[in-house]
């Protein structure tokens, strides 16, 4: 990969619910970057290959879409999409991440439990939001998923937000309690000019 593709991308990395989608399409936007979605490829793949993927299925997915990068992109990863169970597939993720300049985490609150409530209620209030629902095209199909499964989509999220390993590779943490979408994406362009100077 160029040097290039590597300095000028932006990874954004957090739990399901906490807003990286949209922030990517406005730094798509305001940057001129190619938007690159973690959860369009896994869900692409699981199209064509009919099964659900393991953790190496997994590391190769995500692996394979930093290395097939054409030009600088933002790249938005799926709540779980760096996080292994696996700690030989971890390490050799985080080794493979740090080579990007820009990885920036979005959350919530400092506050876990304050995080975990508020994406629990986003991702029962939108149906869109949570990874499964995400793949039922029917809008009414999508709620009778959510209320099926809340319990699952609190595990899901509370073992993602308790354990998570962003902090192992992150350049920058932002909390998005209290902001406008364009207010965080005011935030995530500081922090970018702010990791440029330090890497000059």
């Known amino acids: 990969m160029n040097r290039d593709i590597l300095e000028n991308s932006v990874i954004l990395v957090g739990p ?23 959860d369009r490829i896994r869900n692409a793949w699981r199209h064509e290959h009919k099964k659900k993927y393991n953790e ?9 879409a930093l290395s097939n990068l054409k030009r600088p992109s933002v790249i ?25 300049p ?15 409530e508020e994406l629990y209620k986003r991702a029962c209030n939108d149906t869109g939001r949570f990874g499964p629902a995400k793949r039922i095209d ?23 937000v308790m354990n998570n390993h962003f902090s192992d590779f992150c350049t920058t943490t932002i909390y998005t309690k209290g902001l406008t979408p364009d207010e ?3 935030e995530v362009l ?10 000059k």
């Open 138 to 160: 029917d809008e009414e199909k999508r709620k009778e998923f959510i209320e099926d499964n809340k319990k699952r989509i609190k595990d899901d999220l509370t073992n993602i």
């Open 102 to 116: 820009h990885v920036i985490e979005l959350g919530y609150s400092e506050d876990k439990n304050e995080t975990i």
């Open 56 to 64: 190496l299925d997994k590391y190769k997915l995500v692996i394979g």
């Open 184 to 186: 965080v994406c005011e």
């Open 16 to 38: 399901p619910a906490c807003g990286k989608s949209t922030i990517s399409r406005r730094l798509q936007k305001e940057l001129d970057l190619e938007e690159v979605s973690i």
């Open 76 to 100: 938005s990863f799926g709540g779980g999409d760096g996080m292994f169970r696996n700690k030989t597939l971890q390490a050799m993720f985080n080794i493979a991440i740090s080579k990007f």
């Open 190 to 199: 500081k922090s970018l000019s702010k990791n440029d100077k330090k890497s």
